[in-house]
């Protein structure tokens, strides 16, 4: 007997076409083909997040999922570790099965959380189930028992995306019993993305002393990537070489010609390629693309003559991709974007994290003490006093495209560019005036103006003087001042991100 299982099969409801009406006829038990004369003997199996319209739901049997207990978890767990086909799976299964229950609580009490965002279904079971996978992986890879160090990288790269969630307080009651001082990958938000987008390189050098070299997770217990960010920060990416120059980029926006069909599998057709020749592709507005990812997304693919397939949906085509082991998906997205449009299905397919400079840059006292002074000067930039009185002007009034990471911005992007590997006493001052610099070029005229009467005073001449000594007025000058500035590290040039404001 075949058997068709269409899965998320709910994600169809949501098209104006409405593709699932030709189901009609076939899941009438007593419809006759008009061209066999005989009822189709096929099963039909559909999953979904959500119910159907009603006129799906009652030519069949709804089964409806409850969620599941902590019994029905660790069971789960139990199945998704045992590989009988491997000789010693019992030896590294054995390392992680003590900790199954207190992992599936963990869950649990993470899911049981105040909605994220306006969200209750942020999270699911494939996060769940691809912690339990990676856990296994380290575990096997470092040749250890669970610890700390490897418990705290696994739930963060499958457990994130939410800063103010504290995921160390949640799987606290497993944390406790764990061993603080064994080996382990790095859980800095650096290490989190350079284990994902590095995965497949780590995964097939194996150091010769693994318990010192970090090997990071291995690449088949990896999930692409979703970067969630309130503005597209790939000069962050670069700056941190996470990125290089081989990655590819694709821009999508919302002009219509960009949501026509060409557009659409033009891009798709690049995706293929990128797909087949391994490389590190980045998806920025591009959501009209998404749904016809959902099996690579999935990674389940299909080994033939020695290479990975999937399928790619383009419309009503499906389309066999071979599938090189070195191809990363990255997925830029808006915050908002992500909590207010984002499907429940593809927001669970994907490794989560938040990016912006704050989560990047360092928690360091002498890190945090630069950022510190550097706000204090752009406080004292922005106040005024005329005749007694004191008026604070906003600093996005002061200075163009001001935002609240733009200090931290600054100064690690100031780090990058003097190529210090850190902040010292030392260099703090150098750091320091330099993000100052970089502040002014930001700085509007009439602020600059404005600074004979606030506490500037007594530097207004020297300010006013390297202000408009930098002689931005004009595109052509900031061009050039580019191309005579750019950043060169190890032959690769940095790329320049900016956003040149007008009055016009």
Known sequence: IACVVLDEVGLAEDSPNLPLKVLHSLLEDSEVSEFTKKRPNVSFIGLSNWALDPAKMNRGI?????????????????????????????????????????????????????????????FGLRDFYCLIKMLYSLCRDYNTTLNKRILLHGVKRNFGGIPDIDVEEIFGDVMSGLDDTGIGPLSDPLSLFRANVNCYVNSVSTPSDSSVVNKDSHFDTTRYLLLLTENVSLDILFQS?????????????????????????????????????????????????????????????????????VTIGIGSQRVECPVDPKFRLIVIADRATVFQQFPPPLINRLEKHTLDISTILPNDPVVQGVVGKLSDWLNNFCTIEHNGDTLKYSENVCFVGFQQDTLS????????????????????????????LDLLKLASPDAILRLSKSKFDSEFEIVSKTYFGLKLFSLADYLQQLSRNAVTVENYSIPKLSFVTTHS
């Open 62 to 122: 709804m089964v409806q999922l409850e969620d599941p207990t902590p019994e029905e978890l660790v069971k789960t767990a139990h199945a998704i570790i045992d590989h009988p086909s491997d000789s010693e799976n019992e030896i590294h299964s054995s390392k992680l099965t003590p900790y199954l229950k207190s992992l599936a609580d963990g869950y649990l009490v993470m899911c049981s959380k105040e909605t994220f965002y306006g969200r209750e279904d942020y």
């Open 241 to 309: 070489r996470i990125l290089d120059e081989r990655t590819k980029i694709m821009f999508g926006s919302s002009f219509p010609l960009d949501k026509e069909s060409y557009n659409i599998c033009h891009n798709i057709n690049r995706i293929k390629i990128y797909m087949e020749t391994g490389e590190t592709v980045v998806l920025t507005n591009l959501s009209n693309l998404y749904d016809s990812l959902y099996e690579v997304l999935n990674q389940f693919y299909v080994n033939l003559l020695g290479k990975n397939w």
């Open 409 to 436: 911005s600054v100064v690690y992007s100031t780090k990058s560019k003097l190529r210090y590997d850190s902040i010292n006493g030392e260099n703090e001052d150098v750091i320091l005036e330099q993000c100052k």
